[in-house]
């Protein structure tokens, strides 16, 4: 299993960034997945941003398109998700995660390991 750390997360007001980290130890072994997830109280966790580490290939969900970018330091094993003009709806945990299902997958069902969360406060 993968072990995955997430820093970054924190408070801000709607409009502003936070850039997310998250380091990754262990066997990843390509082809593979690394996505990030959230979850609001009261709600499901959904897949946020993917990227299929193989071609660099990455995926969005629509409420965060041309707002949010999934990026990866292969070389450091770490994952980023950079959030601009963040809006309430945005806060929440944030999850990164990794697996071996198809590419482009934001289906939590396809991720096997899973890090602690860091939250993410958007105040309006």
């Known amino acids: 299993q993968v072990l995955l750390v997430e820093s970054g997360g924190g408070s801000v007001q709607a409009g502003g960034s936070l850039r997310l980290s998250c380091a990754a130890y262990?066997?990843?072994?390509?082809?593979?997945?690394m996505a990030w997830f959230r979850q609001a109280p009261g709600k499901e966790r959904e897949g946020v941003a993917s990227?299929?580490?193989?071609?660099?290939?990455?995926y969005y969900t629509d409420s965060v398109k041309g707002r949010f970018t999934i990026s990866q330091d292969n070389a450091k094993s770490t994952l980023y998700l950079q959030m601009n003009s963040l809006k309430p709806e945005d806060s929440g945990m944030y999850y990164c995660?990794?697996?071996?299902?198809?590419?482009?997958?934001?289906?939590?069902?396809?991720?096997?390991?899973w890090g602690q969360g860091t939250q993410v406060t958007v105040s309006s």
């Open positions: 995660a990794h697996g071996w299902g198809p590419a482009g997958s934001l289906s939590r069902a396809d991720f096997g390991s």
């Open positions: 262990g066997p990843t072994y390509s082809p593979y997945n």
């Open positions: 990227i299929y580490v193989r071609f660099g290939t990455t």
